[in-house]
């Protein structure tokens, strides 16, 4: 019985400093060169990426493009794969020599399943590991009801770009995605193509995913061009994605309940943006609160209230401004003499480890 042929999609921007190890691991894959290819999609780089990609000339095709974002390289990439299975890959990250076959060998044993993911190893800039992110045992989930919405909220972060395959049958039906999403479309098309046909998330680690100073999701210096980025791509995620997943068949609570984090995720950035009104404010972190934790001591109630105080008489802006300098002290140590708040349960567990 023939494997199934991949289509590797790797998309870029300004990744001079790590695209080669990037396509490095795809070329160097265990699974047959014969039965893949890999397209690169230079989303308008104006560094040295597009002469770095030109090294891999006649084992890499080469897709620029304007820039527009990562939801706009997917539109451009995907109806360019001619594989039955799309494995994705940011271009600062690298994979691991048998990912692409463990895959696979996956997809091979779940007729069923559409999407796949897997844990992953953090790195640094340099690649030194930081932290082994896996979950304790294989999960497959389905959005079929409210304990499945509450695993796959756990399993995103094994589903993200460097992670996820899916297959092009499954991505026919998703596409395309909004090109809004700027940043984050993996997390619009991995929920998506959960909902439409299920993801099986492995138990091995088959990504280096990097930490680095040009993240354009992950990054601790405030960077308003960053921050404005990160907003329309959370606002989109929280408007756009519901309809979708209810068009799926997907039950109009379990809807709510998956994208409800997405929308206070989306106001605080608008509202750290300094776009919005105190009482805004209140509304999202008393949400924030009651769908973060299950129960909470009298003390730390108090502590909440007198949070909720404070943004009431605050310029919002100024109140996240506030919240990054207290929590990038770690004064949260403080407050654990009112007691610490209980989150609500977690049904996935990882296995981690650093050094």
Same mark, same amino acid.
């Given at each position: 019985m023939s494997r199934p042929f991949v289509s590797v999609l790797i998309d870029t921007y300004n990744h001079e400093k790590f695209i080669e190890q990037a396509i490095t691991s795809v070329l160097e894959?265990?699974?047959?060169?014969? %039965?893949?290819?890999?397209?690169?999609?230079?989303?308008?780089?104006?560094?040295?990426?597009?002469?770095?990609?030109?090294?891999?000339?006649?084992?890499?095709?080469?897709?620029?493009?304007?820039?527009?974002?990562?939801?706009?390289?997917?539109?451009?990439?995907?109806?360019?794969?001619?594989?039955?299975?799309?494995?994705?890959?940011?271009?600062?990250?690298?994979?691991?020599?048998?990912?692409?076959?463990?895959?696979?060998?996956?997809?091979?044993?779940?007729?069923?399943?559409?999407?796949?993911?897997?844990?992953?190893?953090?790195? %640094?800039?340099?690649g030194k590991l930081l932290f082994l992110n896996v979950p304790d045992r294989e999960y497959s989930c389905r959005l079929r009801n409210l304990e499945e919405a509450r695993q796959f909220l756990e399993l995103r972060s094994f589903l993200g770009t460097s992670r996820l395959a899916a297959r092009r049958s499954v991505l026919e039906k998703i596409f395309p995605i909004p090109e809004a999403m700027?940043?984050?479309a993996d997390e619009y098309?991995?929920?998506?193509?959960?909902?439409?046909?299920?993801?099986?998330?492995?138990?091995?680690?088959?990504?280096?995913?990097?930490?680095?100073?040009?993240?354009?999701?992950?990054?601790?210096?405030?960077?308003?061009?960053?921050?404005?980025?990160?907003?329309?791509?959370?606002?989109?995620l929280a408007k756009d994605l519901p309809p979708r997943l209810a068009a799926a068949g997907i039950a109009p609570e379990i809807v709510e309940f998956l994208t409800l984090p997405n929308w206070i995720d989306a106001t605080r950035s608008r509202l750290s943006l300094g776009r919005g009104w105190p009482w805004e404010t209140v509304r999202v972190e008393r949400s924030a609160f009651h769908y973060t934790?299950?129960?909470?001591?009298?003390?730390?109630?108090?502590?909440?209230?007198?949070?909720?105080?404070?943004a009431a008489v605050t310029p919002p802006g100024l109140f996240y401004r506030g919240r990054d300098w207290y929590a990038k002290r770690r004064l949260a140590r403080v407050r654990g003499v009112l007691g610490t708040p209980v989150p609500r349960d977690s049904l996935v567990v990882r296995k981690a480890c650093g050094r």
């Open positions: 894959q265990s699974f047959s060169a014969s %039965d893949c290819e890999i397209l690169v999609v230079d989303d308008g780089s104006t560094d040295r990426t597009p002469e770095i990609i030109a090294k891999f000339a006649g084992r890499v095709t080469h897709l620029p493009k304007k820039n527009g974002g990562q939801g706009s390289a997917f539109n451009f990439g995907v109806p360019k794969c001619r594989g039955e299975i799309v494995a994705f890959l940011d271009a600062d990250d690298w994979w691991e020599k048998d990912k692409v076959a463990t895959v696979v060998s996956g997809f091979e044993r779940n007729s069923e399943i559409g999407a796949i993911g897997h844990g992953l190893y953090e790195v %640094d800039e340099s700027l940043i984050e098309m991995a929920t998506h193509a959960v909902a439409v046909s299920g993801c099986l998330v492995l138990d091995h680690p088959l990504t280096c995913y990097r930490f680095h100073s040009g993240n354009q999701f992950q990054f601790s210096t405030r960077d308003p061009r960053k921050l404005e980025r990160k907003f329309i791509s959370l606002d989109c934790y299950k129960h909470a001591s009298a003390g730390y109630h108090l502590f909440h209230a007198a949070v909720l105080a404070i």
